[in-house]
């Protein structure tokens, strides 16, 4: 058993907190606001996180898991500690490094001889070289093991990772790692600490690059009449492809893919190269955006102004109530610069700045000029849409996640645009608008 600090209490910190407890090590979590650290010491956790809580309960329970203040944690005892603090993106989209360098100098004086420290925050290369330097302790080693997790299954993705990345100089230190990942049955891929570091970056770039290309593939089914979950499933079974990452939406978003490929494109650029191709990857999710936009504003005869847009969904994907860079946020910001009212609803989001948000999926359609979906939550797939046709003031919905039945929206009188597929139920006119 080793005693592992961790210091953020947030998606990475807390899942890598209860996941190496649940391995059976004692955790101690570092966390900087009182209201948060209570909620932890008490078990529960602060946000929406499929099996985290039975995870953190189960550890203060068994006392191996605590919760500090960067005041009160015990650095000297620590045998590894984690980095797991945000890095947020600044304007010029470069990451924001401050909550690691501050931690960094907290930590710095106060650990003994032979602690491994372990940045897990996703970071620009050479930001491990950096806080070696700030460490300025040569009897501490430095490693780097990004986290991969997705949210909405960050517990499972920990516990049955597909690979361990550890960055190391320091084959002892990459060995101590490894050893904490016991009990996982994913590969252990030793690297050195620049590869680790550019690594992360570039799996979020390349599967941010895969979903804008399908996106793109998408818009053209759309005006040649083929049809994009034939297209992905040929192109999903050749297995240099693929099959995952393959479904089109209305952009990708999230805490992760659009600061980390800002990030990646603004550290090239410092670097000296012109990553022309992810600057395309981000410029095609804004023209999925835009498109999701032209699609509604075509379904209410090419004007917004005036219309009422129903939005079935706020969350960036289905599974998680974070709308953090959510492309529903992105599509409601132009339909309101459009003209249009939007009134929207999601499962697990019941408030937002700036954004009406009705009780039910109903309610949100009562009396709107077109519905869009844009998260992919089951209950949408699954909604009554005989009930929708009745309360909507004109029958269309901009479907672009490709979830809504359209031979049973077409049987229940509404018109249908369904990602990458060719319209369905004619074009809308004037005379379908009821007052
Ligand atoms: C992502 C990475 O997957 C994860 O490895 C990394 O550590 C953090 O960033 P996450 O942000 O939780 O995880 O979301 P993810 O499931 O990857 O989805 C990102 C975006 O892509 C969402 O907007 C989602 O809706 C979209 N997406 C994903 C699609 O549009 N189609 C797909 O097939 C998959």
Request: aromatic fraction near 6%.
């Amino acid at each position: 058993m080793s005693l592992v600090q961790v210091i953020g209490g947030g998606y990475v910190g807390l899942t890598t907190a209860a996941s190496f407890c649940h391995l059976g090590h004692e955790v101690e979590v570092v966390e900087l606001d009182p209201a948060r650290r209570s909620k932890i010491s008490s078990g529960s956790a602060p946000f929406f996180e499929p099996g985290l809580e039975a995870l953190l309960e189960a550890g203060i329970r068994a006392k191996r898991l605590r919760v500090s203040s960067p005041d009160t944690a015990e650095y000297q005892s620590a045998e590894f500690v984690f980095l797991c603090l945000p890095t947020p993106d600044l304007p010029d989209g470069s990451a924001d490094l401050s909550a690691l360098y501050e931690a960094v100098a907290i930590a710095a004086p106060r650990l003994s001889a032979g602690t491994v420290v372990v940045s897990k925050s996703t970071v620009p290369v050479g930001t491990a070289r950096q806080l070696e330097a700030l460490l300025a302790r040569s009897d501490i080693a430095l490693v780097s093991n990004p986290e991969f997790l997705q949210e909405g299954a960050a517990v499972s993705a920990f516990l049955n990772a597909e690979r361990v990345v550890i960055g190391a100089d320091d084959a002892e230190a990459a060995n101590r790692v490894a050893a904490l990942y016991a009990g996982i049955e994913g590969r252990v891929v030793v690297t050195s600490v620049e590869s680790a570091e550019l690594a992360k970056h570039a799996c979020n770039a390349f599967l941010a690059t895969k979903l804008s290309f399908v996106n793109s593939i998408a818009a053209l089914c759309e005006l040649n009449g083929a049809d994009i979950s034939e297209v992905t499933e040929v192109m999903g079974s050749d297995s240099r492809i693929g099959p995952k990452f393959l479904n089109p939406g209305p952009g990708w978003g999230g805490s992760c893919f659009p600061k980390d490929s800002a990030s990646l494109l603004h550290d090239a650029r410092r670097a000296g190269f012109d990553f022309q191709l992810l600057q395309a990857t981000i410029a095609a999710n804004e023209q999925s955006f835009d498109r999701v936009v032209e699609r509604i504003s075509d379904s209410c005869g090419g004007d917004l102004k005036g219309r009422t847009v129903a939005v079935w969904g706020l969350a960036f994907k289905a599974g998680t109530a974070d709308v953090r860079h959510s492309p529903a946020l992105a599509v409601i910001a132009r339909l309101h610069a459009a003209g249009a009212s939007v009134v929207a609803f999601d499962p697990m989001v019941s408030r937002i700045e700036g954004v009406t948000v009705a009780e039910d999926e109903y309610a949100a359609c009562a009396g709107a000029h077109a519905l869009t979906v844009l998260t992919e939550w089951p209950q949408f797939q699954w909604a009554d849409l005989g009930r929708v046709a009745e309360i909507m003031a004109a029958r269309v919905v901009v479907d672009t996640r490709g979830i809504i039945d359209v031979d049973r929206a077409t049987h229940a009188g509404l018109q249908v645009w369904s990602v990458g597929r060719a319209h369905h139920g004619g074009t809308p006119d004037a005379s379908s608008v009821r007052s």
